[in-house]
């Protein structure tokens, strides 16, 4: 095969111009490193390592568990392989919705050679229409389906129209019809002269019959709709009905029917329901967004006791936007607890909300869930799609509705145990009005600029060659209050270095102190598996903080970071003393997974020691996920970043 060959067959995989270079570089070289492959196509680094990650969660390229690590290209065939696997699942996909496709396709497209004329029949008088229905009855072969009120079922009984249908055992009839206590003994007269002669299946429709035409359908071919008023009274009534056989209009209405019965309560629920008081359990799918929108805001509108809700970061935002009456509700004293992860972006909605709401921060989630009154639950998807990232908005299409209580009560359970173990918003929005112990200058740049730095730190820096880089998170973590632990912030890093087989873990602990100066986070240990004269560095690097005196030696199996894409992992299996033993902070991980849009920075500052720290940070906002065995805790974090970063350290002699 042809080079040129190759290179359209990539391209049609989904590969852009310099990702295609890339793989053939890696493929005709072997296993390289990134340094390496910016050498040989003469690209800057941090563009190489961009192209290498796209690679890696396209399954072009895979990387080596050595250090410094190597990238190396999957095999051609390998990745026809893929290809090809994932058009012939989609194939299955297809085929084995075929039925239903053409189905629903003949629906709404079939068409006949020898069409029928279409016409329309205005019918006036009761006498007549009644009649009709027992000719359409009495013609049915397959399908009779039937939106009427109880009066509108009596009256064609007192007509005779269900005669015929007692010759046709084996018809089923569907109908939907407005049960209420009023007319209960009407239906249960009814209903014991049709049985067992007719087979009727009934339901009661969620939101009534009155936003609904009265109709009959006949084998999806003819259909009969009442076109006057359902609210005469029963004595006076005179009906209108339109008989068509338009089949675009028979079939629309058939559509509508379909929906309405998917979303109906059986007729026997109901009636317990009338009978004892107690709500027929439903539980459904509410396919269109409008109707389940409304059912949502009318069973908010009616809350009597409480609302739990879980949501996204971004639909925090829209609960205002979309004016539900929270604030009325919270000054009926309806109580109002919104669990959301809270981010910059939505952190003035938050307040905002806090007015009237309890508002408490959590770990994202791809399902949103509202409980009202412990009665009712709805449940709604993130509008999912391949590039889908946690905290997209949440969709009312296809919303799960329950009444089941049972079932929302497991539900209300594990929602008020998530609550328990949530942070208080305030604490979360607390945090950017807290100092990090250091004199800190943030410029936002969207280039990564080392020029950004002091230019003396890093000219000193250069010449003694303290310059390193890797890969780091920073979580802020609110202890269980049962531990009467401070605030913790954790930076597991992973550095880099260039003349160096391994990387370097390191996990460094900073607590929520109280200082001569003000309150603020304190460096109180260091844990690294870095060789003993990276560590002394460091203790004087950290000298006249707790850090300085508090390093801690740790095996490789003791102490791991490592990320994947745009998630980082750090995990330690040893204890870590705080502040002498007056804390210790026993095995756990973190997960870190990145969301939102690229952060681009650079900080300076000068330790206690008078060391001088330059940082370049090129990363994302993160979710974060503390797990503590020993804690017996697993949440979130209320604050998290990940990313790249480059560390430039000068002596104080030097700068």
Not at 33 to 46: D, H, L, S, V, Y
Not at 149 to 155: A, K, L, N, T
């Amino acid at each position: 095969m042809r080079k040129e060959t190759i290179i359209i067959a990539l391209k049609n995989f989904g590969l852009t111009n310099k990702e295609v270079e890339v793989y053939i570089l890696l493929a005709k070289k072997g296993p390289l490193k990134g340094t390496e492959i910016a050498k040989q196509i003469k690209r800057n680094r941090g563009q190489v390592y961009r192209i290498l990650k796209n690679l890696q969660k396209k399954g072009f390229v895979e990387v080596t568990l050595e250090y410094p690590k190597r990238f190396v290209a999957v095999t051609f065939k390998k990745v026809l392989e893929i290809f090809a696997k994932s058009k012939r699942d989609e194939l299955a996909r297809i085929e084995n919705s075929t039925k239903d496709l053409i189905n629903d396709w003949e629906r709404i497209s079939k068409t006949h050679v020898e069409a029928p004329l279409e016409k329309f029949a205005v019918i006036e008088d009761n006498k007549k229409i009644y009649r009709k229905i027992a000719q359409m009855i009495e013609q049915t072969k397959n399908d009779f389906l039937a939106i009427l009120s109880i009066s509108d079922f009596v009256r064609a009984e007192q007509f005779g129209v269900f005669e015929s249908a007692k010759s046709k055992p084996d018809l089923e009839f569907r109908v939907l019809t407005n049960l209420t206590k009023q007319n209960l003994k009407a239906f249960k007269l009814l209903r014991t002269v049709l049985k067992p002669e007719i087979n009727v299946k009934a339901r009661n429709p969620e939101l009534g019959l009155s936003l609904f035409p009265r109709m009959i359908i006949k084998d999806n071919q003819e259909i009969l709709v009442f076109v006057s008023s359902n609210k005469q009274s029963s004595k006076k009534k005179r009906d209108v009905c339109i008989h068509t056989n338009c089949e675009s209009l028979v079939k629309a209405f058939t559509c509508v029917f379909d929906d309405l019965w998917r979303n109906s309560t059986n007729i026997e629920d109901k009636i317990i329901e009338i009978e004892t008081g107690k709500p027929a359990r439903k539980t459904l799918i509410i396919a269109d967004e409008e109707v389940a929108k409304e059912k949502y805001s009318q069973i908010i509108g009616d809350a009597e006791k409480e609302i739990i809700l879980m949501t996204s970061e971004k639909d925090l935002t829209k609960l205002i936007e979309n004016k539900l009456p929270f604030k009325e509700l919270a000054k009926r004293g309806i109580i109002i607890k919104i669990m959301a992860p809270i981010t910059i972006e939505n952190m003035e909605p938050a307040k905002l909300l806090l007015e009237y709401c309890e508002v408490r921060h959590i770990a994202s989630t791809y399902l949103g869930t509202t409980i009202i009154d412990g009665k009712h639950m709805f449940q709604f998807k993130a509008s999912l799609s391949n590039n889908t990232e946690l905290g997209n908005l949440f969709s009312y299409k296809n919303a799960f509705y329950t009444n089941d209580l049972a079932y929302v009560k497991k539900m209300k359970d594990m929602l008020e145990n998530i609550w328990r173990t949530a942070f208080q918003s305030s604490k979360v929005l607390n945090q950017q009005n807290r100092k990090f112990g250091v004199t800190i200058k943030t410029n936002l740049d969207t280039n990564r600029d080392l020029r950004k730095l002091p230019e003396r730190l890093l000219s000193a820096a250069q010449t003694h060659g303290n310059i390193t880089g890797g890969i780091g998170g920073e979580i802020i973590v609110e202890p269980p209050s049962r531990l009467n632990m401070p605030t913790l912030r954790i930076l597991p890093l992973r550095f880099e270095h260039a003349h160096s087989k391994k990387g370097v873990n390191l996990l460094r602990i900073d607590l929520w102190l109280k200082t001569a100066q003000d309150e603020e986070f304190v460096p109180v240990a260091i844990v690294t598996d870095a060789g003993p004269k990276v560590i002394e560095r460091s203790k004087m690097q950290f000298a006249g903080t707790p850090a300085g005196d508090n390093h801690i030696s740790a095996k490789p199996q003791m102490l791991q970071v490592w990320n994947k894409g745009k998630s980082l992992f750090a995990g330690w299996t040893i204890p870590i003393p705080l502040l002498g033993s007056k804390y210790v902070l026993d095995p756990a991980c973190i997960m870190f997974e990145a969301f939102g849009d690229e952060i681009h920075s650079t900080i300076s500052y000068q330790l206690p020691s008078g060391y001088f720290m330059g940082i370049e940070f090129d990363g994302f906002q993160a979710f974060t996920t503390y797990i503590g065995p020993s804690w017996k805790y697993s949440g979130p974090g209320i604050y998290g970043t990940v990313g790249d970063f480059l560390l430039v350290i000068a002596k104080p002699e030097i700068t």
